[in-house]
């Protein structure tokens, strides 16, 4: 039996927005990192791990929001300030542990709008926003994970907690 193309995109999407294929995963970036390094700000950088971190669960969640929208209840988040924040570290290692199973939850969860949508539903313009659909949405995703992997694995590289 032949593979429709919407389903064979759906499997690159979800192994696109999983990683690892060109670079390291966002799991492997985040895991083992001292808790007394979450916090630090290495010189010529503007963020911690944590800032960065916390960032990518913000910016996951409010796509994943706007893309899960069909009650109408989504409110657009207010750039930069309820993107990053103010914080350089975790209140607690709870803080931490639950931000980077957060990130994953909602991972899942737009895993499963990808399954679930039909081929049209992944081009066809949502009815809110600017024109933005779910492949679009799935590769911002992805592009902006992976952009700020990229910046944890240099934090981490600066302050000699990485490989």
């Given at each position: 039996m032949r593979k429709s193309l919407g389903t064979e995109l759906r499997r690159e999407l979800i192994t696109?927005?999983?990683?690892?294929k060109a670079h390291a995963t966002f799991d492997a970036a985040a895991k083992g990192l001292a808790a007394k390094l979450r916090g630090v700000v290495p010189e010529?950088?503007?963020?911690?791990?944590?800032?960065?971190?916390?960032?990518?669960?913000?910016a996951q969640r409010d796509i994943l929001d706007f893309c899960d929208n069909g009650d109408g209840s989504y409110q657009p988040m207010k750039w930069?300030?309820?993107y990053w924040p103010k914080?350089?570290?975790?209140?607690?290692?709870?803080?931490?542990?639950?931000?980077?199973a957060a990130i994953k939850?909602?991972?899942?969860?737009?895993d499963k709008l990808l399954h679930?949508?039909?081929d049209a539903e992944l081009v066809h313009p949502f009815p809110w926003g600017d024109g933005?659909?779910?492949?679009?949405?799935?590769?911002?995703i992805a592009d902006h994970n992976a952009y700020h992997?990229?910046?944890?694995?240099?934090?981490r590289r600066l302050l000699g907690a990485w490989g």
């Open positions: 696109l927005l999983d990683g690892g010529g950088l503007p963020y911690s791990a944590w800032q960065i971190v916390e960032h990518l669960r913000l930069p300030d309820d914080e350089a570290a975790p209140q607690d290692e709870k803080a931490w542990e639950k931000s980077l939850a909602d991972r899942k969860a737009f679930d949508a039909d933005q659909n779910l492949l679009h949405e799935a590769l911002l992997t990229g910046e944890l694995i240099v934090l």
